[in-house]
């Protein structure tokens, strides 16, 4: 079964650096989203991504986020100078379109020192 | 203010129980329900999802959940559970009016005892 692949599985960055977290969804995919979880707290919708831009994004999607399809088949997450509170694991979903549900891959665990 | 409840945090039960997860949310129009679960060191896997039709929807893992419009609840079931399912599980919605970002719920977390 196709599956949606995350790069790296763990992350660790010094805080102001830049990060790049990485995700190949599934082939067939159109819809492409980010979210991320907090150690202890709810999983958060980060930003949704169709027909080559952004459709919608939350209040967490500030200016130091940002995401790219630099080409067919991989879909990144940027965040430009990590704090502290960056610090979460990052998911990846993808979806098919219509009435199909949101595919994850397994997640990037983020940490920020 | 719209959200997603779950308001069993951890559960415990034994193998070979029955097992009931529940999930409450607070939106005007019936949402899109799904029950996402999470083991150790893995991503979100998709049990089962509600559109539209049949308010009993079947899963994988032999999992199922009844939608209840009166009740604003689609709780998650399983007859008998067996070790491997302990796990993290997520209750999510899609509102409607909204894009297609999922809400979740804070989560469940299930033990099972031998």
């Known amino acids: 079964e196709p599956e949606v692949t995350q790069t790296p599985s763990h992350q660790v960055t010094q805080m102001g650096q830049e990060v790049i977290l990485r995700c190949v969804p599934i082939s067939n995919h159109l819809y492409f989203y980010w979210y991320r979880q907090i150690l202890g707290q709810k999983v958060e919708f980060l930003v949704s991504?169709?027909?080559?831009?952004?459709?919608?994004k939350s209040e967490i999607f500030d200016d130091q986020f940002s995401v790219e399809r630099p080409d067919g088949s991989n879909f990144t997450l940027k965040i430009r100078s990590t704090k502290l509170e960056d610090s979460a694991m990052y998911f990846c979903?993808?979806?098919?379109?219509?009435?199909?549900?949101?595919?994850f891959g397994d997640g990037t665990r983020l940490s920020i020192l | 203010a719209q959200s997603v409840t779950q308001p069993d945090i951890h559960i415990t039960v034994s193998e070979g129980a029955s097992l009931e997860l529940r999930c409450n949310y607070s939106?005007?129009?019936?949402?899109?329900l799904f029950w996402y679960v999470q083991s150790p060191g893995q991503g979100l896997q998709l049990l089962l999802k509600?559109?539209?039709?049949?308010?009993l929807v079947q899963g994988i893992k032999g999992f199922e959940a009844e939608f209840k419009r009166s009740q604003s609840s689609f709780n998650l079931r399983k007859p008998s559970v067996h070790w491997s399912d302990a796990a993290e599980y997520f209750c999510?919605?899609?509102?409607?009016?909204?894009?297609?970002?999922?809400?979740f719920g804070q989560g469940t977390r299930l033990t099972i005892n031998p």
């Open positions: 939106y005007g129009a019936t949402p899109y």
């Open positions: 991504f169709y027909n080559n831009e952004i459709s919608e």
């Open positions: 509600y559109f539209s039709g049949d308010t």
């Open positions: 999510a919605v899609v509102p409607i009016q909204g894009a297609q970002k999922l809400v």
């Open positions: 979903a993808s979806r098919v379109g219509g009435h199909q549900p949101q595919h």
